[in-house]
Every structure is written in C-alpha cells, then in structure tokens.
T-cell receptor, first 113, second 111 residues
C-alpha cells in the first residue's frame, strides 16, 4: 500500500447508527487531517493531529469524534448524524518539518438517511 | 480574515484551446500556495507548491505562477483528460496547520 488509504469508500447510515471512518498513511508523515467536502463549498477543516496530539478542532459538533492512536492511523467515529452531514470526508497527511503540501486519500462518501 | 477565491467557477474549452484559471488570496503572510486536481468521486491530487512571488512551476501542459495577490494555473493545448476540478489552497504564516481552500474551477475539455 502506498499514499493515504481511506475505508470505507462509501457509507450509508441512519441517523441513529454508529460507524467509523478509517485512514492510514504510508508516507511517514507526522500530521494528519480530516476535511469535509460538500458541493459548491471549500474544503472544511475538521481536525488536525500532530504526532498523535490533536491541535485543531474547528468547532466540529460532538457527533464527530476523532481518534489518532499513532502517527499512521486516524479514525473518525460517527454517531447520531444528521442528513446535512452527508458529504465526502477526506483524510490527508503531511510532513510538518519538511514541506507544506497535503496528500489526500480518495475519500469516504457518507450518506445519512 | 484569510480568504481564497477561484475563478471562473466553471470553464469549457475546446481541445487545444489554451486558457488560465485564477486563484486570488488574502492572507496575513503567505507560507505557501498549492494547486490540486480533483477528479469526480476522488481525493485531491497534489500538483504544485509555490512559495514566493515570481515563482513558476510546470508539469506537462500545466504551469502555475504566483504574484503577491494571486496565482494562475495556465493550461496549454488542453486534452480531454485534463478535465477535472482544480483547487487552490493557501497556508498562512500565522496558522501553519491550516490550509484555506477555494471552491475550485471545474474544467471541461471538449474533444
């Protein structure tokens, strides 16, 4: 595996379900990000982790709960979501010490019924 | 407030018809400006990083340039496979972890 891998690629859940999105990076990076992408809107930063420590929480509702057990893995736990949470959720990683660019995964398309 | 604006929102070109996409930005201090390509249903793919005014980067039919207020992505003799959404993002000096994205330009190249 190379790059940034996200699973599942597609997820449909009801408003009362609990599910998780998983991200794994194979680039040796030390920072990981969750972004939300909705149609006609800029990418919306949700969370940032540096060396497993959360450094940014962009006023995200508590129904989204991130977890970063190590510098290669990032999870987004979802519970009691709303239909307006339907979007493409993107994971990204970068090397804070070397260069600025983010490397993205393919995304998880979430539909909340 | 830091802001990124991309124009046009959508662009249709004939194959071979060169054009430019614009990214205007306002940040307190620019650490870097980034261009990405995004295909439908996929994550953004990194294209270029620009750090200072006057800098240029090229890759195949794409060339990115940077001034103190905006960046251009020039597409020379585009092909249908260049059809995608092109995203611009900036990283500010005082908010190093954060990247501010524009809404993108949707490019369609017609054979």
């Amino acid at each position: 595996e190379t790059g940034v891998t996200q699973t599942p690629r597609h997820l449909v859940m009801g408003m009362t379900n609990k599910k998780s999105l998983k991200c794994e990076q194979h680039l040796g990076h030390n920072a990981m990000y969750w972004y939300k992408q909705s149609a006609k809107k800029p990418l919306e930063l949700m969370f940032v982790y540096n060396f497993k420590e959360q450094t940014e929480n962009n006023s995200v509702p508590s129904r989204f709960s991130p977890e970063c057990p190590n510098s290669s893995h990032l999870f987004l736990h979802l519970h009691t979501l709303q239909p307006e949470d339907s979007a493409l959720y993107l994971c990204a990683s970068r090397d804070r010490d070397f260069s600025g660019e983010l490397f993205f995964g393919e995304g998880s398309r979430l539909t909340v019924l | 407030e830091d802001q990124v604006t991309q124009s046009p929102e959508a662009l249709r070109l004939q194959e071979g018809e060169s054009s430019s996409l614009n990214c205007s930005y306002t940040v307190s201090g620019l650490r870097g400006l980034f261009w990405y390509r995004q295909d439908p249903g996929k994550g953004p793919e990194f294209l270029f990083t620009l750090y200072s005014a006057g800098e240029e980067k090229e890759k195949e039919r794409l060339k990115a340039t940077l001034t103190k207020k905006e960046s251009f992505l020039h597409i020379t003799a585009p092909k249908p496979e260049d059809s995608a959404t092109y995203l611009c993002a900036v990283q500010a000096e005082d908010t190093g972890n954060q990247f501010y994205f524009g809404t993108g330009t949707s490019l369609t190249v017609i054979p």
